[in-house]
């Protein structure tokens, strides 16, 4: 990211009085330039697949293309220890509650990678009756991986894309250091069919203008 | 016996690493920096495992590789149609493309209002097509190729993977290049026609 001298007076502390020659806060950005640089070194991705991308990421995650080199080696199965979420492959709906659920247990700072048509936007599967067309509906999605499957060349440039949004990032404004809790996604429920609760109210309405709708026209007719 | 196919396997990764630095020797630095060297590591006949140390070295993808299509236009220097797309906006690709990603709208003559051959909207959904080609495959035009660019991963889907008709075009000249034979097949089979 290039940064124009505006930038770098958003990122001045206001507690701390900077001569005007000095305006260009050079020990903030500085801090800025190496915990960008710490975390994006060191994205550890969550072990979980979901279908035939699924193993295509396993292929990058071997030695041929080998993510050590990006400090990505380190598939975690736990979401406490990891940054990354790669959604890889088809998004059942019964599979939704868990991805939500897992991804409320990462710790924040915490990114999603949308890899292959199917988690970005439905793919092969777009209208079928037990699949959700885009992660992305549920869950907040940093990066996009087109393909079907992305080739192992072409996640790992998925990777590089995450790494450039991380270190665009500035410490004064990521939200995870604001004040106050972020709030948890609401877990969506599977009944006959998936049910998103911030929906709940929509669904509702939806419904009963629908019955009392057909009761009109019944007593009418 | 039991545990045979254990050793087995075993052996096949010993006799991996023992060539990887075998050759090492052979080649010495030349096999890491020079282009021979990477042909060489990257064919089939390689002895031994390496590593593709992607944003720096890529692996050439062969001819028929498929990601997402793009659409045939004229070369701008092209003497009788500069620039001109090959699409008549006939609308076969998006009748099969099994996801339904692709979008067209026909152009309209802007003075008689009649229908022309020339798309006036082509999108295609990126996060949806799923790189099967039967688009290129059915396209009577030999209008819409399949690409070989896969480093198209961006943040956001609906301004950056929702492809128009500016995004899709690509010169002829581009395609006779990731496709050489391909394409000369196909000019072959207009010429004859
Ligand atoms: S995008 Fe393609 S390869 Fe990936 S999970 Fe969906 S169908 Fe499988
Ligand atoms: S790309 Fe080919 S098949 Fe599709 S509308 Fe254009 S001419 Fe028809
Ligand atoms: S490659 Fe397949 S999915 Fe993609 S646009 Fe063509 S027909 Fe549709």
Not at chain 1, 118 to 144: H, L, Q, T, W
Not at chain 2, 9 to 26: M, S
Not at chain 2, 135 to 150: G, Q, R, S, V
Not at chain 2, 166 to 183: C, F, G
Request: proline letters at 8%; aromatic letters at 10%; one cysteine or more.
């Amino acid at each position: 990211m290039t940064m124009t001298p505006d930038d770098y007076s958003d990122l001045n502390n206001p507690d701390i009085p900077i001569p005007d020659e000095l305006k260009s806060n050079i020990a903030i950005t500085t801090l800025d330039r190496i915990y960008n640089w710490s975390r994006a070194r060191s994205v550890w991705p969550l072990l979980f697949g979901l279908a035939c991308c699924a193993i295509e990421m396993i292929a990058t995650a071997a030695s041929r293309y080998d993510p050590a080199r990006f400090g990505m080696e380190v598939m975690r199965p736990s979401p406490r220890q990891c940054d990354l979420m790669i959604v890889s492959g088809t998004v059942t709906k019964k599979m939704v509650p868990q991805i939500v659920r897992l991804y409320n247990q990462m710790a924040e700072p915490r990114y999603v990678l949308a890899m292959g048509a199917c988690a970005s936007g439905g793919g092969p599967f777009k209208e079928g009756y037990n699949v959700v067309d885009g992660i992305d509906k549920f869950i907040p999605v940093d990066v996009y991986v087109p393909g079907c499957p992305p080739t192992p060349q072409a996640l790992l440039h998925g990777f590089i894309t995450l790494h450039k949004k991380i270190e665009g990032q500035s410490i004064m404004s990521v939200p995870w250091y604001k004040k106050g809790q972020s709030e948890a996604i609401p877990v969506p429920v599977l009944g006959p069919d998936l049910i998103d609760p911030r929906q709940g109210e929509l669904i509702q309405a939806a419904s009963e203008g629908e019955y009392s709708a057909q009761f009109e026209t019944d007593e009418n007719a | 016996m039991y545990g045979l196919g254990i050793i087995k396997g075993l052996g096949v990764t010993l006799k991996h690493l023992v060539e990887t630095y075998v050759d090492d020797f052979r080649w010495g630095v030349r096999r890491y920096t020079t282009d021979d060297g990477f042909v060489a590591r990257q064919s089939t006949d390689t002895r031994g495992i390496f590593t593709v140390q992607y944003p720096e070295e890529k692996l050439a993808v062969p001819e028929r590789f498929r990601y997402i299509p793009f659409l045939v236009v004229y070369d701008d220097d092209h003497p009788d149609h500069p620039g001109e797309i090959w699409c008549t906006s006939c609308g076969i690709c998006t009748k099969v493309c099994p996801p339904q990603c692709i979008w067209i709208m026909r152009g309209k003559h802007p003075e008689t209002g009649r229908p022309i051959p020339d798309p006036e909207y082509f999108y295609i959904d990126i996060d949806i097509c799923m790189n099967c080609g039967l688009c290129a495959e059915y396209c009577p035009f030999d209008a819409i190729k399949m690409d070989h660019d896969y480093e198209i991963a961006s943040y956001d889907r609906t301004t950056a993977h929702i492809f128009d008709k500016a995004k899709l075009s690509k010169p002829l000249s581009y395609w006779q290049k990731i496709a050489p034979s391909r394409a000369l097949e196909e000019h072959l089979a207009r010429e004859t026609k």
